[in-house]
């Protein structure tokens, strides 16, 4: 039967969380295939000087088929 | 005085989490009355063979008044 | 050394969750000064007679550094 | 074997939590049968202008048995 | 899209938390339809006078999609 | 729209923790306006030398409007 | 210095949870001394065939004083 | 009214978590009276050399009556 | 000093839970040296169309020696 | 009868999280009277760009008397 | 197969949390014996007129073997 | 925008918990590059046959930054 490996990774971006999870998701894909599922668990985001918002974190849990 | 109850269900979109959110809300108000509060609990989703989201995916617990 | 303070906030929009909390946001920067960063701790919502949402609500925990 | 469901109602009194608790219980009493026990999950209240509860909550999972 | 509903049961068995499950699962069979996934979220027993475990426990939690 | 802010105060009474809820909602009236709501997050008291409660202990969150 | 240790039990009561709280801490104090305080950690019920609350039970975490 | 106490003990078996669990159960009989439940809390194991399980560990929460 | 890592991978089986952290271990055992123990941090299972669990799946923590 | 509040703070250093507690309450004082107790919940680091910890941080929860 | 138990005590020290630590270790030895492992759980402080630590507290889970 | 992963890792010491962190620092540090930070989420020992600890265990979450 198929075994998969959960890891935990970190995404960010200069708009919103949802581009930070797309971004966590395009590089996880560099590196591991057989990815199957993902998990936001965590939203947090750096403020600026001007009191602003600069850049939104996303971490996810992501899920992926470990081959043979 | 007013009784609620509280119920869990997940709704889906192929678009984003706050759609899926809205999905989920949609299919309530089919069968439940009376609705005055949801929480989000999880976000997760399925990622397709090409290594992007295909469904997006939202828990939310709904509080809904009891009648009489 | 820097030492900062968390405080809990909520703020509301009848938009989204992005929204409410820039809402949020917005309104601490009026009496706080260093901000950090913020992370999202809950996300909920009131449903209105209609059964969709009239405002989107999201739990926030400031960090800011104390100063002198 | 007897199988048991378990659902999350919320009691609202003017008096007190006690009272709250009660309150959900007679509601659950007009549409389920087979209740076995409860667990208190969270105890919270409105607070009115005047700065006094005016509404006291109790969440409640109630346990009841699945008839054949 | 689909949306799926979270209800939470519990079975017992006076043999294993395994065949506990499974007498959950197959009551709710009798009154849900599109069963979808469940997940394990507590196993007790009741303990009798011998000092033996008298009847295995196991909490479910039942993910089934609802209908149109 | 509307922020609102979270703190957490500790009530105390040597009579009950309804009692101390009171005592913790009387004292943040007089320096906070808007209050919206409480919930209770931790019980528990001091017990003397004679084994007998002398001091019920009540921690509570609170919310409050945030003004202009 | 003191050492103290921390041991959990469970009252119960006909009549409310203040009161299976207070019976617990009884029984506690036949067997240990040097008791400094006690925390609420869960409030459970059960329910008779009649759809009424017939034993409260309250589980208590007693912190006492390890003598020498 | 009956007063319990629960303790937390962990059994080992070379065979299984359910094994486990009753060894824990056979050892608490020698020294508990009035045993009337447990909850498995936590289920590891140590892993040998050869990869394999060399020894299944449960984690459980024992009740007891405490006599008069 | 030794110094370990952990990691979560979720196996999975046709049969039961305990077959499905074997399969876990055993595809870890293939890329892993130095494996000291295992803990179940879930167990969730796929259920068909016929309302039968079709694929057990158990999410274990491995710990395991860091070498050199 | 006395109300607490309670308050978090970070505090930091580059020595230890020991340090870094008690900056955190020196801090405090400058602000804050009638402090009667802590708890740290958090300690977390900055690694440098040679891999080795530059700033400890450690989260601290403080109580402290309101007067009057 | 060996049996386990696991207790939790309180250590103090007016002078560190490790110290606190070794005191309630130290304590534990006088009456149990088999100690095999400890967890720290909690880590909090008394603090004095002065707004220094007076005392340290630890609480730590103690495991230890139970004899035949 | 960079991405960083989070891994968990256990470092030991027969002298303190802050040595524990620093040897699993030091030998993250063979193997990984970009490391930024680090979360202990552990402490626990082996006590010896003497009762005192003979190996301080601290769980440590290190984040690092994902190359290109």
Redesign the interface.
């Known amino acids: ?14 708009k ?3 581009d ?10 560099k ?1 591991l295939r057989g ?6 668990t ?6 600026g000087k001007g ?3 600069t ?1 939104y974190r996303a ?1 996810i849990r ?2 992926f088929i ?1 081959e043979g």
Not at 20 to 29: G, T
Request: aromatic share 2%; glycine share 6%; charged share 20%.
């Open positions: 039967m198929a075994v998969a490996r959960i890891t935990e990774i970190i995404g960010s971006s200069p919103s969380w949802d930070a999870v797309k971004n966590a998701l395009e590089r996880a894909n590196t990815l199957t599922g993902i998990e936001v965590k939203m947090n985001a750096a403020v009191g602003k918002i850049e971490h992501i899920t470990l």
